[in-house]
């Protein structure tokens, strides 16, 4: 079965960077798009950024266009989320999602707060 862990949150301060891993197993990794998506308390979960099977192919939503990089290693069957310059609205559970033969699958995500 897919499995999807997250790891790398933590708290930061303003300014600052992190950088997530997602450790991916079940399905064939190096076939498929990877993305990050996360969501804010009281909010939805939104999409955040996008990588094709190959590595080759990237997007990313505005609101961290210039500031975060997606990245993968398909030798290790893990999706990376480089995060800098980090501000107060990028507070949320960060979650990485294949779609599997049409299905969505996701991990526990990992919690990524950032306060003074």
């Known amino acids: 079965q897919v499995q999807l862990v997250e790891s790398g949150g933590g708290l930061v301060q303003p300014g600052g960077s992190l950088r997530l891993s997602c450790a991916a197993s079940g399905f064939t990794f190096r076939l498929y798009a990877m993305s990050w998506y996360r969501q804010a308390p009281g909010k939805e979960r939104e999409f955040v950024a996008r990588?094709?099977?190959?590595?080759?192919?990237?997007n990313y939503a505005d609101s961290v266009k210039g500031r975060f990089a997606i990245s993968r290693d398909n030798a290790k069957d893990t999706v990376y989320l480089q995060m800098n310059v980090l501000k107060p609205d990028d507070t949320a559970v960060y979650y990485c999602?294949?779609?599997?033969?049409?299905?969505?699958?996701w991990g526990q995500g990992t919690q990524v707060a950032v306060s003074s």
């Open positions: 990588i094709t099977y190959s590595g080759l192919s990237t």
């Open positions: 999602n294949p779609r599997v033969l049409n299905t969505d699958y």
